[in-house]
């Protein structure tokens, strides 16, 4: 039997917090509740490592789907020591609050290399089930009317799973600024909703649905709502409200 719902959730980038507000705010159900993640777990967040640990729960016990996006291959390849490309735009990108995540507690002093390598030691040896889970991430979902990707789809592919891998995780202008080939609607993150219409809302495109509300940028996280056809957005402040 079919799940009564589907939750989209992208880009949650080590905002534990907000996910879990997000979660509780949706009244999240896994008996009733289909939720898909749409990548990026990991970087510029506070909190990649209880993301990360929180997502293997979802998936493996309670029936959520996950994607792969840019940061979580980058995160894998900087801890199975793969590329120097990943380890030079890994700082520039939000990872040291990944490591910072990780080492929470530990002296955070030394050089970059220094930081990577002591990284790797700490997931591969108390975290290794983290490494794997994001390395086996498929790029993609669908279902009977959507498809569930990180970036999107690349308008080049008639059959859009021939793309390049790079094009599920990184694409962005060409696929925001053209009509689909496909006859369901892309679900996607990777580009912030404030880049595609001035605001951190859900981004209603032709064939397409953007839903990554810049959490880590400090603005908000945002869920689709599916029930059949019709869809609703629910989201959070990136930031608890004070109380005075």
């Not at 589907?6 to 949706?26: K, M, P, Q, W």
């Not at 629910?234 to 409200?241: D, F, G, L, M, Y």
Request: with cysteine; proline share 3%.
């Amino acid at each position: 039997m079919g799940k009564e719902r589907t939750l989209v959730i992208s880009d949650i980038h080590g905002c534990y917090d907000a996910f879990n507000r997000l979660l509780e705010r949706v009244n999240y159900e896994p008996v009733k509740d289909q939720l898909i993640l749409l990548g990026d777990f990991v970087s510029k967040g506070p909190d990649s490592k209880m993301v990360v640990e929180q997502s293997v729960s979802l998936v493996q016990e309670h029936g959520a789907i996950a994607v792969q996006g840019n940061h979580d291959e980058r995160f894998v390849d900087i801890v199975r020591n793969r590329t120097k490309e990943a380890r030079e735009k890994f700082f520039r990108h939000g990872g040291r609050q990944t490591v910072y995540s990780y080492l929470k507690g530990s002296d955070m002093t030394g050089s970059e290399e220094d930081l990577l390598n002591r990284l790797r030691e700490t997931v591969l040896e108390r975290y290794p089930y983290h490494a794997d889970f994001l390395e086996q991430l498929p790029y993609y979902y669908e279902d009977k009317h959507f498809i569930y990707v990180h970036a999107g789809l690349n308008p080049k592919y008639p059959n859009w799973k021939e793309q390049p891998k790079r094009d599920f995780l990184y694409i962005k202008d060409s696929f925001h600024n053209a009509d689909t080939v496909v006859n369901k609607i892309v679900v996607f993150g990777h580009t912030k909703t404030v880049d595609l219409h001035g605001r951190a809302d859900v981004w209603y495109g032709k064939g397409k649905i953007g839903i990554d509300g810049g959490c880590a940028s400090g603005l908000q996280l945002n869920a689709l709502e599916i029930i059949g056809e019709e869809v609703h957005s629910v989201s959070v402040p990136a930031r608890r409200a004070a109380i005075s």
